[in-house]
């Protein structure tokens, strides 16, 4: 338990207030005091959202505008491009990317979303890196982009298959988007940020709304009987299940792209023989990745029995132990599967589909397979 202090010094979000009224369970995450289930409980959580729409607070992510200098959009993606290995002038007004902040190793910094909103950049960054990220464009970019911390938004997410039903009847256009479009939108009469993303591997919007407005939003959102309000706990075993990294956990400042299985993440113009490749910072090792491969790779797990397989336990190539040859950098129990789930990093060449592995779990070497990702089947709106 936190003392008195500590629990005082935590940041709350617009919606704190909600939360405790809810019977959320408070607990401290990235600075703020956040809610990690409420009287439901996560399983019942993370069910709910699967199969119907959940409501979840993300306030405490970062938020920032980069406008450009010269009124130019394509000014302003051209300069981002120095910082991130992603093909952002491509990105169409009112799309989305997703991208990462790679260091001098070719190393992640940060992952983030990207949106172009027509006369100027929208980035969301994660909790716990938003002061340094914010610093990291002010070094780089000031000469030709403002950068703009929007810190009175909130940023809620409702995700789910009755997602867009729910936020049709506060958004006209909402139906129309598909998975990725991303703009201002009026919901509920409230001038707001919208993309259809998310980070549970469903359907769903992300929000971005002005902090004096967010509680009345959440609240007509949590009367709509479809819609709960779903805590860390369950945000945590829904992006497990969809296969989505967690900074600091999956990816980090020792990790690339390639290693954390994000090729996908890295356009061809930004490549070896693109139109414009490299000018990213660690491009060299990144490019010779994909050029050559990586001795490492993320890959997915499915623990046989009904043990979950946590953050941190060593991975053994045979049941004999010997040296570890990797680790679990997430795990825990898939409630949609009804079976333990695990993401780890293993040598490239333990990576193929059905290989077998063993994990330490308590002194014991349970046995796993390498499985493809996501373990449960996304269903974002094309």
Not at 98 to 108: E, K, L, R
Not at 255 to 260: G, N
Not at 301 to 315: F, I, M, Q
Not at 341 to 354: F, Q, R
């Amino acid at each position: 338990m936190l003392a008195r202090d500590d629990q005082d010094s935590l940041k709350r979000t617009p919606l704190h207030g909600l939360h405790v009224s809810l019977g959320g369970k408070m607990v401290p995450f990235a600075g703020y005091d956040m809610p990690v289930q409420y009287p439901a409980g996560v399983l019942k959580e993370h069910l709910h959202t699967r199969s119907s729409a959940g409501l979840f607070d993300v306030s405490h992510m970062g938020q920032i505008a980069l406008r450009p200098k010269s009124g130019k959009v394509e000014d302003a993606a051209r300069a981002l491009e120095r910082l991130v290995p992603q093909d952002i002038v491509a990105v169409a007004p009112g799309r989305q990317r997703y991208a990462q902040f790679t260091n001098a190793d070719g190393g992640i910094l940060d992952d983030l979303m990207v949106a172009n909103f027509g006369d100027h950049l929208f980035l969301v960054v994660n909790a716990a890196c938003k002061t340094a990220d914010e610093a990291h464009l002010r070094a780089h970019l000031s000469d030709d982009c403002i950068i703009d911390s929007l810190a009175e938004r909130a940023l809620i997410a409702l995700q789910g298959p009755k997602a867009e039903a729910a936020l049709a009847k506060l958004c006209a256009e909402s139906p129309g988007m598909k998975f990725m479009d991303a703009g201002p939108h009026k919901v509920d009469g409230i001038a707001c940020f919208v993309s259809r993303s998310g980070y549970t591997g469903e359907d769903g919007f992300e929000i971005s709304v002005p902090a004096a407005d967010a509680e009345r939003l959440a609240k007509t959102l949590l009367d709509n009987p479809d819609v709960l309000p779903i805590g860390l706990g369950a945000r945590d075993s829904l992006r497990l299940e969809a296969g989505l990294c967690l900074y600091g956990h999956d990816i980090d400042t020792a990790t690339t792209p390639v290693e954390a299985a994000l090729e996908w993440s890295v356009q061809k113009s930004r490549r070896t023989g693109g139109a414009r490749a490299g000018g990213f910072p660690g491009a060299k090792q990144i490019l010779a990745h994909f050029d050559q491969g990586a001795s490492r790779r993320r890959v997915g797990l499915r623990p046989e029995g009904r043990a979950p397989v946590r953050e941190g336990a060593l991975l053994f190539a045979d049941a004999t132990g010997g040296q570890p040859i990797g680790k679990v950098t997430s795990g825990g129990f898939g409630p949609s599967l009804n079976a333990p789930v695990a993401m780890g990093y293993v040598p490239t060449a333990l990576s193929a589909l059905d290989t077998k592995l063993f994990a330490e779990v308590r002194g014991q070497l349970l046995p796993l397979t390498v499985a493809a990702m996501p373990f449960v089947k996304n269903t974002y709106k094309r």
